[in-house]
Every structure is written in C-alpha cells, then in structure tokens.
C-alpha cells in the first residue's frame, strides 16, 4: 500500500465564497490564497543547494514565511537549510525519498501556520542531532541557545512512540520541556503530521500503533495548544487508518455534496454579505467546509445530512465589537437558534479560542446555517494557536505587559500552566501518564467566576474539590465548604458552566483534606495535591465515644452524637399582653418569636396563651380548623428569648470559639443541641436569653464571623406542635 493510499484528501482549505460584505475603512494586505500542505511535501525540494544564495528547495517555505513575517532575516533559514541537507544527504526515508524531504515539509507546514524564523530554523535541524554526525553544540555555536535548545527537545521526543515501558517517563520529558517553551510541541506535532501523510508504506499494525498514539496523546495535545489546524488533519488521517470502512463512507457523502448542482450554504452566505453590507459591516464572508471526521460526527448526530451540514459560514472582522454588531445582524434579519448561541470572545476557551457561534434560519426555506464569528486575528489564533502567538523570548511589548510589571506570556494557555504545576506533584511516571490520559481525554472545558470576577477554567464535570485547588493550590486543604451561586454547597458540588464559585477557607494552614475529597476530585491537579497530602499526615482515628459527651466548652471538634449543654427548658413567659388580661402567656417553641416581630396568639389547654410568629405555619393550620386567634402585642419589656440555629464545618475548638462569640454579645445560653457531623457540616441549635431583643442582629453576625461557621439564622416555623 503506497502513502497516498491511506492519506485522506482534504475536504478543502477554507475559500472565499465570494468578496467581503465592504471594503475595509483602512487598506489591509490581501490574503494570501491557502497552501493545501498535503500537496506540497514533495514540491519543495527542487532547485540547487547553492551555498550562495537562498535555496530554490525552500522557495515555498521562504513564500509562506514571508505572508506572516514580512521583514524576516531569511540567512538563518538559509544556513540550517544547507547543513540539514548536507548533514542528511545519502539517507532516504522508507518511501524512497530522500530524507530532507521530511524536514522541509515539517518546516513548511509551520511556517503556514505563521511560525516566527527560530522555530523554522529548529525545524529544519529538528533530525540533524539524532540521525546525524551534527552536534547540539554545533547547533548552539552555528545558530545561538534558542534554536539549541528547541532542537534538543525535539530530539529528546523522538522515542515516545516506541516502547510501551518508556512512554510514560518520555511524555513526561516531553511535558516539561513543553512547558518551557511552547515551540518543542509545535514542531513535535508537525512533524507527527507529515510522518502520519505517510504512513502508508509502513506495515498495518505500526500505523495503527502511531495512529493509536496520535488520537490519544497528540490530537488533544493539539487541541489544548489551540493548533486547530494540525488538529483537523491529523483526526482525518487517524479515521482514515483506524476506521477505514467508515472513512470512504464519510468521503463518499462529501464527493456527493460537492457534486451538487446547487450549493445552499453558497445561498446563506450571499444573503448574510448582503444584509451585513447594507448594514455598513466590512466583513469577508467565507464558506467554511468540515473536516471528514466533523462529518461523520454530525452525520451520527443527525442522521441524514443537507448540503448545509457539510461546512459553516465563517465571518471575519476587523475589531471586537465588530463581531457583536454582526450577530446583531444575523439575529435580526434571520431567526436565530438561540440554544445554538456561545460567546467565546467574552470568555475565551482554555487553549486561547475566540469566536462567536451562532446558528441561523433563513426565513424563505428555513435552512439553518452555522455561523461562526470572529476578528482576523482571531482567527489566525484559532487556526494556529500558540504557533501564532510569537516568540516567548522576544522583548515584551507594551500591550503584552501584565499589571504587575512581569510579561503576560501568550504562549502558555491556562491548561498548559496547570499541567506544569501537576505534574511536578505526580509521585511517579506512571501516575503522571495515568493522570494525564484521563486529562487529555476530557475535551471540554468549563468556566467558572470567582466573587472577585476572576475565572478559573476547569473540565467538565469538575467539582468544588477541583475549584478549590484551581485557585489555592496547596492551600486548598484550608477549605471549609463553598457556595455556589450564593447557595451554599457540598464540596462534591458538580459546577457547571457560568456558575459563580465562592469557596470558604479556614484560617489553620494545617489543615488536612477528607480523605472523601479524592472521590470528587476530577482533576489530576487536586487528585495529586490531596493524595500527597494524605499520604504524608495521616488522619487520625475517629472521635471516641468518651468525647462525644464533652460540651461546647471542651475546645474539641463537634461530637459525634448529639450534645446538650445547659437544662432544656420550655420557653417561659415574655413581656406580652394579651387581651384579655390576666391569661398565661407562653411564646411557642417552634417559632420563638421575638420584638419585634408580628405575633398572634391562640388558646390552648389549661387557660394557657401560646404566642406565634405570624407567618408561623401553625397559625395558618390552626386558623383552617376554626381556631380562634386572641389579640396579643409585645408590652415594654425588650427582654427576649430565641432560638438560633447556626451551621458550620468541623474544625477543633469550634465550640468554643462560638459560645465565647456569643457570650461577647450578651447572649445567655439556655440550651445548646450540637448534632453528628455529616459530610463535615454540623448544625448547632442554640436557644438564648437577650436582655434586648434590638442586639440579635449583632449577635447573629458575631456567630457568623467566627471561622468555620457558614450560616446562622432564626429557627424556622414548623409544621407540629404548639
């Protein structure tokens, strides 16, 4: 089976559908037409190796680099051209070509994508090391530190598809020096792409071994880097080597669609650059076709697909709010699909994306068409990710300076920097490729809002454990609880996307973590954090039995069954009058009224006056049998008595941080209920003596300002009993 056999055709690079919608207000370089790589692997390898001149072999590579770079210094190119081919001449690969065909073609492909000239450099010279007599010394002395070490860690990569027992140790290299500069990926993942174009002269089971790897590892590598492109194709290339049947299936259905006489995305796309020029939008409206694996998925998703379902309109801008003033268009002149609606300028996803997504349906047939909606530098971000993003060693700009002085570095996306700190954390290479498998093999990602209005980009499916250590690092273990949306929650909370996240912290950095977090944390970074954690302070056994019976003032954690302190005696008469006069009053324990809420009274057994709150649910059962309500009223007396209901997390001298808050204020203790922790939450019932019903407010803060304690409120009305 030759290469071309088991590589599949592109589906079609991104062409215009026809002129933009109007002229852009200031001039802007024409567009250069898009190279279909796969086409030009070969074509770049004629003309001379003159040591004179530029190389005619790396014309196409020097064309490309120049739409991105204009005023490029092209010698070092020329220089790590004549010693790669020098270097490599007489070796073939196994197609027969010879070998600087590779290099050129891994240099070609990122120098597409707008990778600056030390990464090129790099790229031709990426083999030189492993498969030839050239020294990295050589390389340093010939072409400075940064291409040495670019090269050397690529080089170091070689070996990562071969020999189940090294991969995880060599991922791991692979990932630190990932981390310290963004390109060594770059090149990795180019380099995989042309190696995966031809692959069809190995034998069946090693493309599907390199195939495997690829979908595994490298694709959402790709993904996360944001390299969209190289993504597409390398998807394309995995389906067609492990799902052959269903490749020329799906390759069929588009070789139909393109055969059609009519073209409605060709339809829609007409009428959105006609409402967006009407509307004074300079925008270049463009057919977007689907790689073949985007559809097969959509085809299993929605069965039978229309010639819309083959690509997306993409619109291109020149600003920000451009984009918006677009949807605004679209929204207006056609019916949207608002479950179809995301905003990822607002809140970019974690590998640096920005765009608008939005779905509309033209008012004559009702085709609905897939628009996406984005700035031209957006796009080029979303097509070549951190390839396009610059050097990380260049000078810092203005804009690229971040509020404290230190350079905002573009070229690490939030996963990336996560991954770094993790996996410094993992106690051996086998965790560290365990963890990040199942990392990589989440491929969406949610955004959670701190108070502050910060965000933290988590996996979907994350829960408060995740948030925690997302924001604190090591310092989660100091957490208490959350709310999520103002409402208080578990820790193993599932978040969802949007949802604001405000995690409560204790103030002892010896904190230690439930060792029930670890079955709630979905992310390798908590997972990791927690495990060690545990492993290096034990938890000690359970509270014993013995101490359950210590009261509040003990200093210990709450008991671990349910504790009394002080006699529990029924609510006495307060300071009400009654009419008519001379009854016993007595205020009802299931709503413990207070000064100076609204009251109503009943009669009961024995001459007795019991006094409700009125909103108490007892009074609205009482009222619905025929009781009769007798007329109360709160006398001069401010005296009070009420009961609180405080809830907290477990946390040793809680009791008595509580009781000495509350003593502070005034409060006199009549009975105090602690119950068994669950989940490390603990509810307190307190009914207190106040000598001035006006100072409860103050005492229900100072009970919530002690550390640990979540909530306090006034028992709430219940439904039995008088």
Not at 69 to 93: C, I, K, M
Not at 263 to 287: G, M, N, S
Not at 516 to 521: C, I, N, P, R, S
Request: aromatic share 4%; charged share 25%.
């Amino acid at each position: 089976m030759n290469a071309e056999a088991v590589n599949p055709a592109s589906p079609g690079p991104v062409t215009p559908a026809a002129t933009g919608a109007g002229a852009p207000s200031t001039p802007r370089r024409k567009a250069r037409p898009r190279i279909d790589l796969r086409r030009l692997g070969r074509a770049a390898l004629l003309g001379s190796a003159a040591r004179g001149r530029l190389p005619d072999a790396i014309g196409h590579v020097v064309e490309a680099h120049r739409a991105h770079h204009p005023d490029a210094d092209l010698d070092p190119l020329r220089r790590a051209y004549v010693l790669a081919e020098s270097s490599h001449r007489g070796q073939t690969r196994k197609s027969g070509e010879p070998y600087i065909t590779h290099p050129l073609a891994v240099t070609l492909i990122l120098a597409e994508l707008g990778a600056e000239t030390t990464t090129l450099t790099a790229s031709l010279l990426h083999d030189t090391v492993e498969d030839t007599e050239v020294t990295l010394d050589q390389v340093g002395d010939q072409f400075g530190a940064e291409v040495r070490y670019l090269v050397d860690g690529v080089t170091k990569l070689e070996k990562v598809d071969y020999g189940a027992a090294a991969e995880p140790e060599t991922f791991r290299k692979m990932l630190l020096a990932t981390g310290n500069d963004v390109r060594v990926m770059s090149i990795k993942l180019a380099d995989r792409l042309h190696n995966m174009r031809t692959l069809g002269v190995m034998r069946r089971e090693k493309q599907e071994r390199i195939a495997k790897v690829t979908r595994d590892v490298l694709i959402p590598l790709a993904e996360r880097l944001g390299v969209q492109a190289l993504k597409s194709e390398l998807e394309d290339l995995v389906f067609a080597v492990m799902h052959p049947e269903e490749y020329e299936r799906t390759r069929e259905l588009v070789d139909e669609n393109a055969a059609r006489a009519d073209d409605p995305l060709a339809a829609v796309a007409d009428e959105v650059r006609k409402v967006l020029r009407e509307a004074d939008i300079p925008a270049d409206v463009l057919i977007r076709p689907r790689h073949f694996v985007s559809v097969h998925r959509v085809s299993r998703k929605r069965g039978p697909l229309d010639g819309a379902d083959f690509g997306r309109l993409l619109v291109l801008v020149q600003e920000d709010a451009d984009c918006y003033a677009v949807l605004g268009e679209l929204h207006t002149c056609m019916t949207p699909v608002v479950s179809e609606f995301k905003d990822f300028i607002a809140v970019p996803k974690f590998n640096l994306y920005q765009s608008l997504h939005t779905a509309v349906a033209r008012a004559q047939d009702g085709q609905v068409v897939e628009v996406l909606i984005r700035t031209h530098q957006m796009h080029k971000v979303a097509e070549a990710g951190v390839v396009a993003l610059g050097n990380p060693y260049a000078p810092p700009a203005e804009e690229q300076t971040a509020g404290d002085g230190e350079r905002a570095d573009p070229t690490r996306p939030g996963w990336l920097s996560r991954l770094l700190d993790w996996q410094r954390g993992a106690p051996d290479p086998d965790t560290f490729w365990s963890t990040l498998r199942e990392d990589l093999a989440q491929d969406r990602e949610i955004t959670v809002f701190r108070p502050d209005g910060g965000t933290l980009g988590l996996p979907e499916g994350a829960t408060c454990v995740d948030a925690a250590y997302a924001q604190y690092g090591e310092d989660a273990h100091a957490t208490m609880g959350a709310r999520v949306n103002g409402r208080l929650a578990t820790m193993s909370t599932v978040l969802r996307d949007g949802d604001t996240v405000h995690l409560l912290m204790g103030q002892d950095p010896a904190s230690e973590p439930s060792r029930e977090w670890l079955e709630h944390a979905h992310t390798p970074a908590a997972r990791i954090a927690i495990q060690r954690r545990l492993s290096a302070h034990p938890q000690p056994a359970p509270v014993a039995e013995a101490e359950a019976s210590r009261g509040p003032g003990a200093g210990d954690a709450p008991a671990a069954r349910p504790t009394s302190v002080g006699p529990a005696a029924r609510p006495a008469s307060a300071d009400v009058l009654v009419d008519p006069p001379g009854a016993t009053v007595r205020l009802a324990g299931c709503c413990t009224p207070v000064p100076p809420d609204e009251i109503t009274g009943f009669a009961v057994r024995g001459g007795v006056v019991t006094v409700h709150r009125a909103q108490c649910a007892v009074v609205a059962r009482m009222k619905s049998a025929g009781r009769a309500e007798v007329g109360v009223r709160w006398g001069e007396s401010t005296q009070c008595r009420v009961t609180l209901l405080a809830e907290s997390f477990g946390r040793p001298h809680l009791l008595a941080d509580l009781t000495e808050a509350m003593a502070v204020e005034g409060a006199e203790i009549v009975s105090a209920t602690v119950e068994p922790p669950d989940r490390q939450r603990v509810r307190h019932t307190y009914t207190v003596l106040l000598p001035d019903a006006a100072r409860l407010p103050a005492l229900m803060r100072a009970m919530r300002d002690v550390a640990g304690v979540y909530d306090v409120s006034r028992a709430q009305p219940q439904t039995t009993g008088v």
